[in-house]
């Protein structure tokens, strides 16, 4: 048994280059690697912190965002017009404001049925569109209003067709109190169904400012 150590002693002698080894002295520096692992887990203590920062600020700003949609007016509306059997409106001598007064949703009560005229609570940017069916022999020339001024129009001519349609929309950047309508241009008409409500005008608020 004595004599298998020695050989093994002495072939691995010539494996390490016949230098002599100690196979009592320790191969790790115990204090060395205890250093570096102290030094990795304060860096990952520090990059925890951090993230730990971040998170709080990330659900902050949720938070607020939050808060800023539910403090948010809501306001949307669309109308057709009202009647008990098929008819129009129009043709009229003059230009003629035209009223919605079938009011389907009207959410935060800033479009007046009675008037046809939508009044924007809150400054901010909004969206608006309609749409007019002709339906028979005559032409059809609609126009949304900013307050005096014609925003957008659109004019549908008299095809022979028994369904001519049309329809136009714009964003627009409103002080509160400003008021919106549509217009039915002169000597022209809109068809008014009494169920399918053809003929609509639309507004809802995009964001305040």
Not at 77 to 99: D, Q
Not at 131 to 143: I, P, Q, R, Y
């Amino acid at each position: 048994m004595r004599l298998v150590q020695v050989s093994l002693l002495t072939l691995l002698c010539r494996v390490c280059g016949c230098q002599e080894v100690d196979i009592m002295k320790p191969t790790l520096n115990i204090h060395s690697e205890f250093l570096k692992l102290q030094a990795l887990v304060e860096g990952l203590t520090e990059q925890l912190g951090a993230v730990r920062t971040e998170l709080t600020e990330q659900k902050s700003l949720v938070h607020n965002l939050k808060q800023q949609i539910e403090e948010s007016p809501r306001v949307a509306f669309t109308a057709s017009m009202a009647s008990t059997v098929n008819s129009h409106r129009g043709p009229f001598p003059s230009e003629t404001k035209l009223i919605f007064d079938k009011v389907l949703t009207n959410i935060g009560g800033a479009y007046d049925g009675t008037t046809g005229v939508f009044t924007a609570p809150v400054k901010g940017v909004y969206y608006f569109r309609y749409s007019g069916n002709a339906f028979a022999s005559h032409d059809m020339g609609l126009s949304i209003f900013k307050g005096g001024s014609r925003f957008v129009s659109s004019y549908e001519y008299n095809s022979g067709e028994k369904n001519d349609n049309a329809s136009n929309g714009a964003v627009m950047q409103l002080d509160a109190g400003e008021q919106v309508h549509m217009n039915l241009w002169i000597r022209s008409w809109i068809f008014v169904d009494y169920r399918y409500n053809y003929s609509t005008f639309t507004g809802y608020l995009l964001y305040p400012i």
